[in-house]
């Protein structure tokens, strides 16, 4: 089954203590991203990748870090969580460009991870 | 830079009615691409329809179709015959056809509720 895993789906920690959020496609996509969704403004863009080794910033990258080593692989790092990174993350994946007709380039979402930073 | 507003943070529709939620958005570019996501009470992401600037048709896809107006930069998604099952909140998006990356910029939501 075409999926997009996230894990783990649920997390309480402390600040300052680091964590990894992991995600994983099994659809062979180029493109993969991170976002985060807070009440009021909806989903934002953390970090993204074109491809194996090719990362860059979104929109709120502050306090966030990312890799991309594998093509199916890409874990969000919370080097110091600090309690306004408590929110909903979700990680995407779709092919990098999106052809006249057909569904490349359409993203599809992991299921979600709630974090709560105390 | 792109920007995308939804209006109305709450609807409310009977079963079997029709609802139409509002999308606007402001961007220069020529081509770019729109989206409706669901959101239920799972929190999981769903796809519901997708929409081309260079097409001029209107998407469908089954209950769902939108009403796309690119020169006043609008998109609305209009849901007949409403489900139970269609309660959720609702995400309008914007990609842009060029530049780097993939990224989507997302609306602020509709929460749309329905009574039975």
């Known amino acids: 089954e075409a999926q997009v895993t996230q894990n783990p789906r649920y997390l309480i920690t402390v600040t300052g203590k680091k964590l990894t959020v992991t995600c994983s496609q099994n659809?062979?996509?180029?493109?993969m991203s991170w976002y985060r969704q807070d009440p009021g403004l909806g989903l934002r863009q953390i970090y993204y990748s074109m491809n194996v080794e090719v990362t860059d910033k979104g929109d709120v990258p502050e306090g966030y870090k990312v890799s991309r080593k594998e093509k199916r692989n890409f874990p969000l790092i919370l080097e110091s969580p600090s309690p306004n990174q408590t929110s909903l993350y979700f990680c995407?994946?779709?092919?990098?460009?999106?052809?006249?007709?057909?569904?490349?380039?359409?993203?599809?979402f992991g299921p979600g991870t709630r974090l709560t930073v105390l | 830079a792109q920007t995308v507003t939804q209006s109305q943070p709450e609807m409310s529709v009977q079963e079997a009615e029709t609802v139409t939620l509002s999308c606007t958005y402001d961007t220069s570019e020529s081509d770019y691409y729109l989206f409706w996501y669901k959101q239920p009470p799972s929190r999981q992401m769903i796809l519901v329809i997708r929409?081309?600037?260079?097409?001029?048709q209107n998407a469908t896809e089954n209950r769902f179709s939108v009403n796309f107006q690119k020169a006043a930069k609008s998109f609305s998604l209009k849901i007949s015959d409403s489900q139970l099952g269609d309660a959720a909140m609702y995400f309008c998006a914007y990609r842009s056809a060029s530049g780097r990356g993939n990224k989507l910029i997302f609306g602020t939501g509709t929460l749309l509720a329905v009574q039975p």
């Open positions: 659809m062979n996509h180029e493109y």
């Open positions: 929409q081309e600037a260079y097409k001029q």
């Open positions: 995407a994946s779709s092919f990098n460009s999106i052809p006249s007709s057909g569904p490349a380039g359409t993203q599809y």
